[in-house]
C-alpha cells in the first residue's frame, strides 16, 4: 500500500481522496512548520511514496537527496514554488507539482477587498468605532476615496491579475493598464486595457497599484524605494503575490512619509514577522497570508495536491508538473 506524508493539518477534502485512492496517509501530529532538518528526518525513517507539502516547506538538494529512491512526488498545496529548487528536485528524479487555478477567485477578491477597505478606510473606521470615539456623523470624518473610474496598475497579468482586471474594469468602470513579460491583445480588448513596456510607466499612472508576479531574482524588491517615490502621493499599493516582491522596510518608510496614500498586503518580507514600522501605521492593512483563505478554495488546493500524488503514483504525469 503506498504510503504519503502530510506535512501539516490540511482540509479533510485532500486526506479523503488520498484513503479513497487505497493509501495509508500519515499527517503531522504536530500542527506546526516542520524545521528542515525534522521533515529530513521524517523521510529519512517512514520510506513515503510521496509527500504532501505546503508552501511553508523549505525542499532543498537536502531534502530531495534523502527523498530520493522511495519519494516519487512533492505535491505542493499551493501556486508559487518559490520554496522548491525544482532543478534539485530533477536532480533526485522527483516529481514536484502545485494547484494553480483553483484559488484564482477567492485570491482575486481578496485582492479587491483589500483595494476597497484601504480606500475607504475600512479598518482605521473599525478600530475608531471600537475605541468609543464615534460621536456621530461628521461631513468630514474618515474621508477615504472612490475607487470606481480610477486607473488601476496590474504588475502580471497571470490568472489572477486578469481577475482582478475583471473586477475593476466590469464592475467599477476602472481603466487598467498592465504590465507584464508578455503582451496580451486579446485582454486589451475585452477589457479596454492599455498595456504599458516598463513598470514605472504603471507606477506613474495608476491611482491603484496591484502586484501578481511570481517570487523569482528578477522580482525581488521589485518595489524598492526608488519605485515607491514615482507613485502618485494619492496611490495605493496592493500586494497579495509573495512578500520579497515589495522592500518592506522602503514601503514603512513611504508611508510614513506620505509619499504615498496607503498599502494593503496579505504576504510579508520575513514571514511570519512584519516590519515593526508598519504595525503602527493607519495608513496600510495588514492580513496574514490569508488570500486564499477559504473552506472552499482550500478544499480544492487539498484536492488537487491528492489529485497530483495519486496521477503520479499510478506511472503518469500530473496535471500540475511543474517542469
Known amino acids: 500500500m503506498p504510503k504519503i506524508f502530510v506535512t501539516r493539518k490540511i482540509p479533510e477534502a485532500g486526506i479523503k481522496k488520498l484513503k479513497s485512492a487505497g493509501y495509508e496517509v500519515e499527517v503531522n501530529p504536530a500542527d506546526k512548520v516542520l524545521a528542515k532538518d525534522e521533515l529530513v528526518s521524517v523521510l529519512k525513517t517512514g520510506k513515503y511514496d510521496a509527500v504532501l507539502a505546503l508552501l511553508t516547506d523549505k525542499l532543498d538538494a537536502d531534502v530531495f537527496e534523502v527523498a530520493k529512491g522511495s519519494v516519487k512526488i512533492f505535491a505542493n498545496m499551493a501556486v508559487g514554488f518559490d520554496n522548491v529548487d525544482v532543478e534539485a528536485s530533477k536532480k533526485a528524479g522527483i516529481m514536484v507539482s502545485n494547484t494553480p487555478g483553483v484559488l484564482t477567485d477567492t485570491v482575486a477578491e481578496h485582492t479587491f477587498a483589500l483595494m476597497l477597505a484601504i480606500a475607504h478606510r475600512i479598518s482605521e473606521a473599525d478600530r475608531f468605532a471600537r475605541a468609543g470615539q464615534f460621536k456621530g456623523w461628521e461631513p468630514m470624518m474618515l474621508l477615504g476615496t472612490d475607487f470606481?473610474?480610477?486607473?488601476?496598475?496590474i504588475l502580471g497579468l497571470g490568472r489572477i491579475g486578469s481577475r482582478v482586471a475583471h473586477h475593476a474594469a466590469k464592475g467599477f468602470n476602472a481603466h487598467v493598464i498592465y504590465y507584464d513579460v508578455k503582451?496580451?491583445?486579446?485582454?486589451?480588448?475585452e477589457f479596454q486595457a492599455e498595456f504599458r513596456p516598463t513598470i514605472e510607466e504603471i507606477l506613474k499612472e495608476a491611482d491603484f497599484v496591484s502586484i501578481h508576479v511570481p517570487l523569482l531574482p528578477s522580482t525581488y524588491?521589485?518595489?524598492n524605494a526608488e519605485r515607491l517615490r514615482m507613485m502618485k502621493p494619492t496611490a495605493?499599493?496592493?500586494n497579495t503575490s509573495r512578500g520579497p516582491v515589495i522592500d518592506e522596510k522602503a514601503l514603512a518608510e513611504a508611508?510614513?512619509?506620505k509619499i504615498i496614500k496607503g498599502a494593503a498586503i496579505d504576504v510579508f518580507e520575513h514571514e511570519p514577522a512584519i516590519h515593526p514600522?508598519?504595525?503602527?501605521?493607519d495608513n496600510v492593512i495588514l492580513t496574514p497570508h490569508i488570500a486564499s483563505?477559504?473552506?472552499?478554495?482550500?478544499?480544492?488546493m487539498a484536492e488537487l495536491a491528492a489529485e497530483n500524488i495519486i496521477v503520479a503514483l499510478s506511472g503518469k504525469e500530473p496535471p500540475n508538473l511543474i517542469k
Open 255 to 257: 508611508l510614513k512619509a
Open 221 to 223: 524588491h521589485l518595489i
Open 183 to 189: 503582451r496580451n491583445l486579446d485582454f486589451e480588448a
Open 277 to 281: 514600522d508598519l504595525l503602527d501605521l
Open 293 to 300: 483563505a477559504t473552506e472552499e478554495t482550500r478544499a480544492k
Open 148 to 153: 470606481s473610474y480610477k486607473t488601476v496598475g
Open 236 to 238: 495605493y499599493l496592493v
